[in-house]
T-cell receptor, first 113, second 115 residues
């Protein structure tokens, strides 16, 4: 079982639609959670952190459910420019105490006119 | 302010050849990382460095070596390339990772093909 699992998609939605992605993680010791965005053939960039209380940044809302070990990302009023792959990321502490980031394989979103 | 840069952007190698990928950052970050990204696998950590002169192994270090002689540079070497090393390589940097500061800044990537 992968440490971070995501539906690869693609999710095809029209402009203006609301779309939601989920991600599950297996390490109950993980404390920090993130969504990164990766455009085609580009580098990943941090979209938003995910807090226990949930957080919102404009059209984007992230939620965390520690009991069920899943994270969600909701995008409202989708834009063409939202077309990208969304990576779910959690932290993991290694043997030496070093904090590493574990990346999911990503969920691809395609927004059409 | 260029952020994180990588050289080269593309490379084709024959099996058994060697090469070095260069990563440079101008954000004065302590931590630097090398990842590879393959279809269906997500980003996997190859090696990382928590400061000048220090390196450590990540998840998939076999076949790679690294050096961090200067704080701003992190080199990834392939001594004898294999087709399994065909991938997109990303370098990243960050401040020391802590509960409220986990953002990593990525370079544009190097697309490597080994034939």
């Amino acid at each position: 079982r992968k440490e971070v699992e995501q539906d690869p998609g693609p999710f095809n939605v029209p402009e203006g639609a609301t779309v939601a992605f989920n991600c599950t993680y297996s390490n109950s010791a993980s404390q920090s959670f993130f969504w990164y965005r990766q455009d085609c053939r580009k580098e990943p960039k941090l979209l938003m952190s995910v807090y226990s209380s949930g957080n919102e940044d404009g059209r984007f809302t992230a939620q965390l459910n520690r009991a069920s070990q899943y994270i969600s990302l909701l995008i409202r009023d989708s834009k063409l420019s939202d077309s990208a792959t969304y990576l779910c990321v959690v932290n993991r502490e290694g043997d030496t105490g070093f904090q590493k980031l574990v990346f999911g394989t990503g969920t691809r979103l395609l927004v059409s006119p | 302010n260029a952020g994180v840069t990588q050289t080269p952007k593309f490379r084709v190698l024959k099996t058994g050849q060697s090469m070095t990928l260069l990563c440079a950052q101008d954000m004065n970050h302590e931590y630097m990382y090398w990842y590879r990204q393959d279809p269906g696998m997500g980003l996997r950590l190859i090696h990382y460095s928590v400061g000048e002169g220090t390196t450590a192994k990540g998840e998939v270090p076999d076949g790679y070596n690294v050096s961090r002689l200067k704080k701003q540079n992190f080199l990834l070497g392939l001594e004898s390339a294999a087709p399994s090393q065909t991938s997109v390589y990303f370098c990243a940097s960050s401040y020391p990772l802590a509960v409220f500061s986990y953002e990593q800044y990525f370079g544009p990537g190097t697309r490597l093909t080994v034939t």
